[in-house]
């Protein structure tokens, strides 16, 4: 199984910051990633797949980015609503496979 | 609008047989791929595996051996069974729908029914 690692496990952050969330696959996975957002008792809700592409109706301050490896999402502009764990996914193989999870909290 | 609404037991003892059923609506059933993940403490989000309107699966290999998953199109629901249960399938269970044309990205899911397993 490809295993999928991301980093901070956990971040702080002030309203109006740049927040950058990374996730590295343990082999080439292309561009076959996607990002996850989930509020606490939620389900994951998507947010980017193909890793940049945002799917309908996700704000534009969320991007995704990377290829191969190691990829990326970042909120430019970090609003209250954005407080969530934040899973990536990858489907380059089966069995599909998700990151740990990042928690991103209010500063 | 598409939504997925998801059913099934509850409380399991160990080696009894988990059972779940998702329940598909605002959308046509055919065309699309319908997963199942988990997600616990211990293992995070697991995908168990898929089914198709006509009954194509794919599972998970390190689940293959206990997990059955079907659908019922004449009432747009697949179902999941998971065999001999232990307490290492104690988990939160989703009902999923892939993304058309875009395997495997997971575009609705269900509200999420979590299944304790103790003795």
């Known amino acids: 199984d490809i295993q999928m690692t991301q980093s901070p496990s956990s971040l702080s952050a002030s309203v109006g910051d740049r927040v950058t969330i990374t996730c590295q696959a343990s082999q080439d996975i292309s561009h076959y990633l996607s990002w996850y957002k989930q509020r606490p008792g939620k389900a994951p809700n998507l947010l980017i797949y193909?890793?940049?592409i945002l799917e309908a109706g996700v704000p534009s301050r969320f991007s995704g980015r990377g290829s191969g490896t190691n990829f990326t999402v970042i909120i430019s502009s970090l609003q209250p609503e954005d407080i969530a764990t934040y899973y990536c996914q990858q489907y380059d193989n089966l069995p599909v496979t998700f990151g740990g999870g990042t928690k991103v909290e209010i500063k | 609008q598409v939504q997925l609404q998801q059913w099934g037991a509850g409380l399991l003892r160990p080696s009894e047989t988990l059972s779940l059923t998702c329940g598909v609506s605002g959308v046509s059933f055919s065309g699309y791929y319908w997963s199942w993940i988990r997600q616990s403490p211990g293992k995070g989000l697991e995908w168990i595996g898929e089914?198709?309107?006509?009954?194509?699966?794919e599972y998970n290999p390190s689940l293959k051996s206990r997990v059955s998953i079907s659908v019922d199109t004449s009432n747009n629901t697949f179902s999941l069974k998971l065999s001999s249960v232990t307490a290492a399938d104690t988990a939160v269970y989703y009902c999923?729908?892939?993304?058309?044309?875009?395997?495997?990205?997971?575009?609705?899911w269900g509200q999420g029914t979590l299944v304790p397993v103790s003795s």
């Open positions: 089914v198709n309107h006509s009954g194509s699966t």
């Open positions: 193909d890793a940049s």
């Open positions: 999923t729908r892939q993304r058309f044309g875009t395997s495997w990205v997971f575009d609705f």
